[in-house]
């Protein structure tokens, strides 16, 4: 810096090795606070999560220990389920939510509106109810102490991929997840587990540093991260690829 007469000034060089430090300063930061904002999104998801178990453990202590329905299907189908799991915990006074601000349905990680679920049911854990004898007879609800699996390693409640708005009935591709992981292109069905992760990368035989959470059937939530194998030929997995990962299915 020089000073003419009572007026100081920078010279060129020294501006231009200001900007430099500046500019190194924020290539280091910026992504050591992206990553401290993606901490502090999977954290509260988990929070959500954990509400959600403590909600579901309410209505199981209501109900001799049967789990909230993934979905009621008064018509005995597929296809014109209704209401939705979080639905009947609000009908039943355990859970508390309003689709038009941030609420516990809605992890903060994820891009859909605020009145769109971000969580999905697993159908193979709650199951529906249902008049059909045949349908109940593989989809049916189910027990907790019809267990053969620990409840801390199976899957009650997931991050969904599709979108499903709160308030509207379940359809096929909606919030109820068939599958492990949904990646499929046609209609997402499944739990997603990019949600979470910034490198996520999807090939025809693998999900690489992939990441998600699930509310675990005990009552507590829990993060799980890896690369998975796909089942060959289509990109989703189907039930489960076992541990370290939970179950989809409560029995073996």
Same mark, same amino acid.
């Given at each position: 810096m020089y000073c003419l007469k009572t007026r100081c000034a920078f010279t060129l060089i020294e501006l231009l090795v200001v900007i430099a430090i500046v500019s190194l300063l924020m290539s280091i930061l910026l992504p050591a606070l992206s990553n401290a904002r993606d901490v502090a999104r999977s954290v509260t998801c988990l929070s959500n999560l954990r509400g959600i178990g403590r909600s579901q453990w309410m209505y199981l202590s209501e109900n001799n220990d049967w789990l909230v329905p993934a979905a009621t299907s008064y018509r005995g189908n597929l296809h014109d389920d209704q209401p939705l799991w979080y639905e009947r915990l609000r009908e039943a006074g355990c859970i508390e939510f309003t689709p038009d601000g941030n609420h516990i349905l809605h992890c903060p990680a994820d891009e859909s509106p605020l009145d769109y679920t971000s969580y999905a049911a697993n159908r193979w854990t709650n199951g529906f109810e249902t008049p059909s004898a045949e349908m109940a007879a593989r989809w049916g609800t189910r027990n907790? =102490? =019809?267990?053969? %699996?620990? /409840? =801390?390693? #199976?899957i009650l409640v997931g991050e969904q991929?599709?979108? =499903? @708005?709160? @308030? %509207?009935?379940?359809? /096929? #591709? @909606?919030?109820n997840s068939m599958w492990f992981a949904g990646e499929l292109s046609a209609n997402g069905i499944g739990f997603t587990w990019k949600r979470h992760s910034r490198n996520y990368e999807l090939t025809a035989m693998q999900m690489r540093s992939a990441q998600t959470n699930f509310l675990l059937a005990d009552g507590h939530a829990e993060s799980f991260s890896g690369d998975l194998d796909l089942d060959a030929g289509r990109s989703y997995i189907y039930r489960s690829p076992g541990p370290p990962y939970p179950y989809l299915e409560p029995t073996e």
């Open positions: 907790l =102490s =019809s267990f053969t %699996r620990s /409840p =801390s390693a #199976v991929t599709s979108y =499903s @708005g709160i @308030g %509207r009935y379940y359809s /096929p #591709v @909606g919030s």
